[in-house]
């Protein structure tokens, strides 16, 4: 959303300027990071255009942030300055979404303003977590160690999402395949079977009487079928992946498939982890850390469970116990936790739960593969096993009569 903030700055001088946020929340945080007092703020309608859809807006991927940070820590060990820094990524990136934030964190730079404003300002090119750990690095003065761990986690979730997208993209190839086989089938081969039927004025089976009947609707229908297999799948995974309630409703269809929910469950744990581990190494308040990990998981269980563990937290309550309140944990991460809060090493705790639930998606994945495919091909047998037994079954009447 875009919207339009007056605030006064530290010299009781008004500001106004635009900015674009999830949330008036997040606006006034990050007016409240500037320094900034906010007197007014509004929500701003944008026009309407395709660019601005998230689904057709140009995203800096994931490469390239990656070499972004690594090229930064080593700038910043060799005694560049960001300054110049930004001027030899610019020689190197001239066109794309890379070549506008590196243009604006330039100018920013050239203003006096902090590095950080830049990421602040573009949330839907980096994450609030990847902002605040630059902001913390800022004012610590540790910006090179920060890149190198920015780089680092990265790389690891691109890794992460190359084994996910690896193991799923055969059992979908199959369903892909078997949907489109026996589509042809239906289309292109039974009506010639069929006719041939019709001809001999014979009984016909209620199987083949069926598939009869579902090849003379799709034959009729084709061009609008078509159009729906092809779009169907886009809009269901536009609504279950871009909208809150396509989203919600997804994560209770999940809930019913168990071996899919153990998956998910371990994925948002190492996520959950692995970023609070992060904040933590920072440096930033425990609050504010669980805050800023809840709005990543992407779950709307956990993210309520966090929200209410800040809430103890912010009573009194430990954190181990605080975590201890909500089922949705598992029991081992808790007693982890709380051992680390005892033992002062919450940070080195959490490194090793990360590391721990990275291992156990690899055996949930390879376990759901194992069971995916074979279901699969099930399927693919029952459906071609099907449409050859109705076409069997008539031929071998015709046959039978000579």
Request: glycine residues 4%; contains cysteine.
């Given at each position: 959303?875009?919207?339009?903030?007056?605030?006064?700055?530290?010299?009781?001088?008004l500001?106004?300027g635009?900015?674009?946020?999830?949330?008036?929340?997040?606006?006034?945080?990050?007016?409240?990071?500037?320094n900034?007092?906010?007197?007014?703020?509004?929500?701003?309608?944008?026009?309407?255009?395709l660019?601005?859809l998230?689904?057709?807006?140009?995203?800096?991927?994931?490469?390239?942030?990656?070499?972004?940070?690594?090229?930064?820590?080593?700038?910043?060990?060799?005694?560049?300055?960001l300054?110049?820094?930004?001027?030899?990524?610019?020689s190197?990136?001239?066109?794309?979404?890379?070549?506008?934030?590196?243009?604006?964190?330039?100018?920013?730079?050239?203003?006096?303003?902090?590095?950080?404003?830049?990421?602040?300002?573009?949330?839907?090119?980096?994450?609030?977590?990847?902002?605040?750990?630059?902001?913390?690095?800022?004012?610590?003065?540790?910006?090179?160690?920060?890149?190198?761990?920015?780089?680092?986690?990265?790389?690891?979730?691109?890794?992460?999402?190359?084994?996910?997208?690896?193991?799923?993209?055969y059992?979908?190839?199959?369903?892909?395949?078997?949907?489109?086989?026996?589509?042809?089938?239906?289309?292109?081969?039974?009506?010639q079977?069929?006719?041939?039927?019709?001809?001999?004025?014979?009984?016909?089976?209620?199987?083949t009487?069926?598939?009869?009947?579902?090849s003379d609707?799709?034959?009729?229908?084709?061009?609008?079928v078509?159009?729906?297999?092809?779009?169907?799948?886009?809009?269901?995974?536009i609504?279950?992946?871009?909208?809150?309630?396509?989203?919600?409703?997804?994560?209770?269809?999940?809930?019913?498939?168990?071996?899919?929910?153990?998956?998910?469950?371990?994925?948002?744990?190492?996520?959950?982890?692995?970023?609070?581990?992060?904040?933590?190494?920072?440096?930033?308040?425990?609050?504010?850390?669980?805050?800023?990990?809840?709005?990543?998981?992407?779950?709307?269980?956990?993210?309520?469970?966090?929200?209410?563990?800040?809430?103890?937290?912010?009573?009194?309550?430990?954190?181990?116990?605080?975590?201890?309140?909500?089922?949705?944990?598992?029991?081992?991460?808790?007693?982890?936790?709380s051992?680390?809060e005892?033992?002062?090493?919450?940070?080195?705790?959490l490194?090793?739960?990360?590391?721990?639930?990275?291992?156990?998606?690899?055996?949930?994945?390879?376990?759901?593969?194992?069971?995916?495919?074979?279901?699969?091909?099930?399927?693919?047998?029952?459906?071609?096993?099907?449409?050859?037994?109705?076409?069997?079954?008539?031929?071998?009447?015709?046959?039978?009569?000579?």
């Amino acid at each position: 959303m875009l919207f339009h903030y007056k605030a006064f700055n530290q010299n009781n001088i008004l500001v106004e300027g635009e900015i674009e946020m999830n949330t008036k929340q997040e606006v006034l945080t990050f007016l409240y990071n500037q320094n900034l007092k906010p007197i007014n703020i509004k929500t701003l309608e944008k026009k309407f255009e395709l660019k601005n859809l998230e689904i057709f807006a140009k995203k800096i991927t994931l490469k390239d942030k990656v070499f972004l940070f690594k090229y930064l820590a080593l700038m910043l060990s060799v005694g560049t300055d960001l300054v110049a820094a930004m001027r030899i990524l610019l020689s190197d990136y001239t066109t794309g979404p890379i070549h506008e934030f590196l243009l604006e964190v330039k100018n920013n730079l050239e203003k006096g303003l902090p590095f950080s404003l830049a990421f602040e300002q573009n949330p839907t090119q980096f994450s609030l977590i990847t902002a605040n750990l630059i902001k913390a690095g800022e004012k610590s003065g540790n910006l090179q160690e920060v890149f190198e761990k920015l780089s680092y986690t990265l790389e690891k979730n691109s890794d992460l999402q190359t084994k996910v997208k690896s193991s799923l993209s055969y059992p979908i190839i199959l369903i892909v395949m078997c949907v489109v086989l026996v589509y042809a089938l239906l289309v292109f081969i039974f009506p010639q079977m069929g006719s041939i039927f019709k001809k001999n004025d014979m009984e016909i089976p209620a199987l083949t009487k069926f598939m009869m009947t579902l090849s003379d609707f799709l034959n009729a229908n084709m061009v609008v079928v078509t159009i729906l297999m092809i779009l169907v799948p886009i809009i269901l995974f536009i609504y279950f992946s871009k909208t809150s309630s396509g989203k919600k409703t997804l994560n209770t269809i999940v809930n019913f498939v168990k071996p899919i929910r153990i998956l998910l469950e371990k994925i948002i744990l190492q996520r959950l982890c692995s970023t609070l581990a992060s904040l933590i190494k920072s440096g930033m308040p425990i609050i504010t850390a669980l805050q800023i990990t809840s709005n990543t998981l992407g779950n709307i269980r956990y993210e309520e469970a966090m929200k209410r563990i800040v809430l103890k937290i912010t009573r009194g309550t430990s954190i181990g116990e605080s975590f201890r309140a909500e089922p949705v944990f598992p029991s081992s991460l808790v007693n982890l936790i709380s051992i680390g809060e005892k033992a002062g090493s919450t940070y080195n705790i959490l490194i090793t739960l990360a590391d721990f639930y990275e291992k156990e998606i690899d055996a949930s994945l390879k376990s759901l593969v194992s069971l995916i495919e074979p279901t699969i091909l099930i399927f693919m047998g029952v459906m071609v096993g099907g449409i050859a037994i109705s076409v069997v079954m008539p031929m071998y009447k015709i046959v039978g009569t000579f």
